[in-house]
């Protein structure tokens, strides 16, 4: 006998399913949120469904503890963290709040999502908090572990100025190889940040490989190499704006990664750019260069606690073990760097994260190890208008610098020079 097809969910519905699958990923079992991404949305026909089913859980996690206390503050008994009913009003109210999704539209899509279960009990919920006009803070919370370990390592002003970067949607930053491109704000040669989000290929200048899209932050690594020529080696290179903006300056690059998968963008944006490069698939750990380089740049992979204005899923699964791993990879990556660097070359060690232990602690294990290396001290000439240098040299972006211009990623980056 024939299975009965199922009837097809009302219009809306599976995009929310999408966000509910997204989130079970990334609280339940730790995936980054756009490692999750194709398989929550699989049976999403649109592009737009899928844009909007990641919309809704980055607005969930960046927001999670405010709406958990809004949640917690209009129900009898606290539900469960892991309750179905809770990630559905979850859903519900960062569609309202923060999407600013019409309260009927946003409770009419969630329901369903429930499955049989406790319906009534999410209805009841989303209606007292419509009917309190409840509104969430300007500044997020942040979780209760990423606060305390970011204010022992930063102080209260930084835990502040996070919190309000993560209730705000980042600006787009482009790294510029020519004039032409959109209108925008320049705060650092090369470079614009536009502060209305669109479609990334429907911006001027992209078909003619003008541009591509790199925090500001994340260009300041390769700024240090300043010009070439010379040979570089671009260690776990993907996706590749640095890749881009050292062959724009000049150097034989050489860019390693051990992702196909991630590699291909860059492939794809040296091919949109007309930029060149010597693109190699394998581990930096088993790797090896045929010669030493003029110049090496580790951005190591990391905790990446520092790019959670684009990625608030990392402060939701990132913890003290997984800093500590991380950490213990990087020192063995920027050992096997340093011994690729040509006496009197340069080696610029960076890392995305916000962590003490893969920055600064970083570089004063490394130091202990090799007296051969010296920082060289980067200068406010090579820097952005309003990133200082820190008194041994070395950068350290954090939340609240450029904030009135829209903020910057959280960065580690240093230097160093071989005797």
């Known amino acids: 006998m024939a299975r009965p097809r199922l009837a097809p969910e009302a219009p809306g519905v599976p995009a929310r399913r999408a966000a509910l699958k997204l989130l079970d990923a990334v609280l339940r079992r730790g995936l980054p949120l756009e490692a999750a991404l194709a398989s929550a949305t699989a049976e999403l026909d649109r592009r737009e469904d899928r844009g909007l089913a990641h919309a809704i859980a980055a607005a969930v996690l960046r ?4 709406l958990d206390a809004m949640i917690d503050g209009a129900t009898q008994r606290p539900l469960p963290d892991d309750a179905k009913a809770r990630f559905v009003l979850r859903i519900a109210l960062a569609q309202a709040l923060v999407l600013n999704t019409p309260p009927h539209a946003a409770i009419a899509t969630a329901l369903p999502l429930v499955d049989g279960g406790p319906r009534k009990l999410v209805h009841g919920v989303f209606g007292t908090l419509s009917r309190s006009n409840a509104r969430l803070p300007d500044a997020a919370t942040l979780p209760a572990d990423t606060d305390a370990r970011w204010v022992a390592a930063w102080g209260e002003d930084m835990v502040i100025a996070a919190a309000q970067a993560i209730a705000q949607q980042p600006p787009v930053d482009l790294s510029m190889k020519g004039e032409d491109g ?3 704000e320049t705060l650092a040669p090369r470079h614009r940040r536009l502060h209305e989000n669109g479609a990334i ?7 003619d490989g003008n541009w591509w ?3 500001l932050a994340a260009s300041i690594p390769a700024r240090l190499l300043g010009r070439g020529p010379g040979s570089a080696i671009d260690l776990c290179a993907a996706p590749g704006g640095k890749t881009l903006q050292l062959a724009a300056a000049g150097w034989d690059v050489t860019a390693l990664d051990n992702s196909d998968s991630r590699l291909l963008r860059l492939r794809e944006n040296m091919e949109r750019t007309g930029l060149s490069a010597n693109v190699v698939t394998g581990d930096a750990l088993v790797w090896k260069p045929q010669a030493p380089a003029d110049a090496v740049l580790l951005d ?4 990446a606690t520092g790019i959670f204005r684009r990625h608030p ?3 939701h699964r990132v913890r003290p ?3 500590a791993e991380t950490a213990a990879l990087q020192a063995r990556l920027l050992a096997r760097a340093a011994d690729w660097v040509k006496p009197g070359g340069r080696l610029v060690y960076a890392t995305c994260s916000l962590e003490p232990a893969e920055g600064e602690a970083q570089l004063e294990r490394f130091l202990g190890a090799r007296p051969d290396y010296a920082v060289e ?4 000439e090579e820097l952005p208008a309003g990133v200082p240098v820190h008194d041994r040299g070395y950068v350290r972006t954090l939340p609240g610098m450029l904030a009135d211009k829209g903020g910057l990623d959280g960065f580690f980056i240093v230097r160093l020079r071989r005797s």
Request: proline residues 13%; negative net charge; charged residues 20%.
């Open 63 to 66: 927001r999670l503890p405010d």
């Open 213 to 215: 899209v790199q925090d």
């Open 321 to 323: 073990s997984v800093i």
């Open 300 to 303: 190591a992979p990391c905790s």
């Open 313 to 315: 899923d990392v402060l």
């Open 201 to 207: 290929a429907d911006l001027p200048g992209y078909a």
């Open 182 to 184: 959109p209108d925008g």
């Open 377 to 380: 001290a980067a200068t406010a």
